[in-house]
């Protein structure tokens, strides 16, 4: 299987080429508080305004559950989308306007597309009225890879049926080159450094790792719960007792399989999850009663490192810790250093990794960020992301 690309897009020079970018940031009362997804799509679109393309982009942005939401408009994003290319950006206020009502601008973004509900149904009606835009298609949202929703699916679909260019940006490109290498020839050793809140969210990622990883060291909360399911006494950490076969499973697996997974020896705990509670360093598996674990602690963050730097690839996902308290960041931060410091092929991915990341000034000295949260965990498993398979040969 190949990815078409922009090389395989053709002439598209006074084309209207269709863009479908994920350009769903993080937004409050239309301020955005990070803008990379944005810039992360800015390449592809140069790319083809530089090749005379007349540009249509289009993105969903938050759950508005296909109604009109005020506060889920695509005019900030069009904004700052403008301000990021050096020019105009005439934003829309219908996801699928008329052909003839679009205005005449380099660049136009369409509104919200999950404003529509044939959206998220991936209905060929409302993708027929989207195709009625397009010379050609570009699909950019990587993040969006894993949703068989209209605008990544059926459109594309439709497209190709009556002979139009489909094909993967720049940032989709990338996302398939850099996941696929680990999925299928990592520099070996390859090591998964797994956090985040709740084991459920990442059981099937973790069982798919064990079969290509050669160490696995898991943090944050997710921990808990397999200390717990092993008879630890983890306090009142964040624990699944109905995942708790699941994960003795998971930790039967690696053992057959001759991965080691390595858990926290030490945690930083507290009374509660708040500023104000003094923290202390305890055992992981014989936390107090009355604390909560909120980090991993400074042996832990030792040890990992060690099996970091042997490392020739890294995955990492997921906080190892609740990094958004300053006095229960040392761990991620600890493990971000630790992956930036070595000389791996490293990769991470996530929504709050990647903010921890950045955070702690790090995001240059990784070799990948991933955009796509639960795209990339997917395609890491190994399944089919619909998004991709219809822009390969
Ligand atoms: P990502 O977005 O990188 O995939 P997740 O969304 O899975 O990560 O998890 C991030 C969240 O996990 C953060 O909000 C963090 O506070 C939380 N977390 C990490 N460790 C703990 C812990 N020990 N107790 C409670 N929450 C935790
Ligand atoms: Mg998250």
Redesign the pocket.
Known sequence: MTLRTLEDLGDVDGARVFVRADLNVPMRDGILSDDSRISATVPTLQELLGRGAHLVCASHLGRPHGRVREEMRMAPVGERLGQLLGREVVTVNSPSPDPDDLPEADVVLLENLRFDPGEEADDPSFAGRLAELADAYVDDAFGAAHRRHASVSALPELLLASGRAAVAGRLLEREVQVLGRLLADPDRPYVAIL????VS??LSVIDALLERVDALLIG??MA?TFIAAGGGKVGT??VEPDRYGDVLATAEKAERLGVPITLPTDVVAAAA?DVSAPPRTVAADSIPDEL????IGPATVHAFAEVIAGAKTVLW????????IGAFAAGTNGVATAVADSDAFTVVG?????SAVKHAGLEDRFDHLSTG?GASLEFLEGHTLPGIAILED
Do not use: H, Q, R, T
Request: glycine share 30%; aromatic share 6%.
């Open positions: 956090g985040g809140a709740k969210d990442k944050g909360a808990f950490s964040l999850m909560i674990g909120l980090d996902n997921g906080p190892m810790g609740v990094f958004e996530g929504g709050d990794s990647l949260g």
